[in-house]
């Protein structure tokens, strides 16, 4: 097959299939800050704190002396209902995330409707995703997660990804049947995984066809970050439909004719 | 008192079936969380193609503030027949809301919207996932 992709697209589409990930500086920094701000306006507002002269950074990394674990979910629900108030928060979350999916994803495409938030407070074993791979959950291949950190993240403040050379091994657990949890599989998968390492002003691309999750935070920051899908608007759907779930954002003029187009009718 | 009937399926479309009280949960879900007196909901005739009822609740919504349907994939997959009834909808400045998508169509650009995020699902629509993937799982 012609592959007619620049040097620098082939180079860093092989580090994508490669480590099943890649983690980039954002260009566009003012979008990140803004949409920062976002998150931290509706926090300061929700827990009706004052802001003191705590930076960003401390105040998200400070959260749980702010929110008690049994409040969490609530808190974080309410968070995710504000900010996807706010219209311009996924053009500000697409703007961040272009450069790199045009590169591995394509330039039309869907967008999740809803941004998610994830909050990990330290010791808090509420709200751990266990080993997965979100086609297992009735994803499309075809769709990728951009995954935005708003405070830096490291060890178990993170998240793991199993690297795709380490996937055929998967394959065979699920054909034993000893391992019959996602825990047995984690603990047997535990030291070929990789830990993200990423900190704010990067992002975060993952094959999401690979098994990943996370651990409770062992670290003394609260760990803050964004996720959200994308996929090619004519590749296939799964259980993550469009409409309900994907938007188109970048329909092309061509496309939009076509979707349109009827063939005449003969008589 | 911003009075809304439901309306929900008792057939699949586009090869999804949901439960009716299912689909009355979601609608009055979607009701509570914008502030929307719901009435109660009025089901499609099961026959195939059947637009009975949505025609018969666009008849009558003048008293109304709008209609909620469960899917925005509910409407007629006719498209002639679709737009006439989102058009006499707009005509009467009533809304009409989808549940399960949270969007809505009160103007042209919404209805715009709607037409095409149903063209892209009859396209999407004929790729197999299933045949894709029949020979790798």
Request: charged fraction near 30%.
């Given at each position: 097959m012609s592959n007619?992709?620049?040097?620098?697209?082939?180079?860093?589409?092989?580090?994508?299939?490669?480590?099943?990930?890649?983690?980039?500086?954002?260009?566009?920094?003012?979008?990140?800050?803004?949409?920062?701000?976002?998150?931290?306006?509706?926090?300061?507002?929700?827990?009706?704190?004052?802001?003191?002269?705590?930076?960003?950074?401390?105040?998200?990394?400070?959260?749980?002396?702010?929110?008690?674990?049994?409040?969490?979910?609530?808190?974080?629900?309410?968070?995710?209902?504000?900010?996807?108030?706010?219209?311009?928060?996924?053009?500000?979350?697409?703007?961040?995330?272009?450069?790199?999916?045009?590169?591995?994803?394509?330039?039309?495409?869907?967008?999740?409707?809803?941004?998610?938030?994830?909050i990990q407070l330290p010791m808090d074993n509420s709200s751990l995703l266990p080993v997965h791979s979100d086609v297992w959950s009735g994803d499309s291949p075809f769709e990728t997660v951009v995954w935005l950190p708003l405070v830096d993240c490291y060890k178990t403040k993170s998240m793991f990804i199993l690297p795709p050379k380490k996937y055929n091994k998967i394959k065979k657990i699920f054909l034993e049947k000893k391992f019959n949890s996602s825990d047995k599989i984690f603990k047997k998968i535990k030291k070929d995984l990789i830990w993200i390492d990423i900190k704010f002003g990067q992002v975060l691309i993952f094959n999401q066809c690979l098994p990943h999750g996370n651990v409770v935070n062992k670290e003394n920051q609260t760990r803050w970050s964004l996720n959200c899908r994308f996929k090619s608007i004519f590749s296939p759907y799964r259980d993550k439909k469009i409409g309900e779930f994907f938007e188109p954002i970048t329909l092309r003029k061509i496309s939009e004719l076509a979707i349109n187009y009827s063939l005449p009718k003969l008589k | 008192m911003k009075n809304v009937r439901g309306y929900n399926f008792s057939r699949p479309f586009f090869g999804e079936r949901v439960p009716q009280h299912v689909q009355n949960i979601v609608i009055k879900d979607f009701c509570n969380k914008n502030k929307l007196n719901f009435l109660l909901s009025a089901t499609e005739y099961s026959m195939k193609e059947s637009s009975h009822i949505i025609n018969e609740l666009v008849n009558d919504i003048d008293n109304l503030f709008g209609i909620v349907a469960y899917s925005l994939f509910q409407l007629p997959s006719d498209k002639k027949i679709r737009k006439k009834i989102l058009n006499k909808i707009l005509i009467k400045r009533k809304i009409i809301f989808f549940a399960c998508e949270n969007l809505q169509v009160s103007n042209r650009i919404e209805m715009s919207k709607i037409e095409t995020l149903w063209n892209i699902k009859e396209v999407s629509e004929r790729i197999n996932y299933d045949r894709i993937y029949k020979n790798k799982i």
């Open positions: 007619f992709l620049s040097d620098y697209e082939v180079k860093i589409s092989r580090q994508f299939e490669d480590k099943g990930f890649l983690i980039k500086d954002i260009e566009d920094l003012h979008s990140l800050n803004k949409l920062r701000d976002v998150l931290i306006k509706n926090h300061l507002k929700i827990n009706k704190i004052k802001k003191n002269t705590s930076t960003n950074e401390e105040i998200l990394n400070s959260t749980h002396k702010k929110i008690r674990p049994n409040n969490l979910n609530q808190f974080r629900l309410n968070i995710i209902n504000e900010i996807n108030k706010n219209k311009d928060i996924r053009v500000l979350y697409y703007k961040i995330s272009k450069p790199i999916l045009d590169i591995i994803l394509g330039n039309e495409l869907s967008m999740q409707s809803r941004i998610n938030l994830s | -």
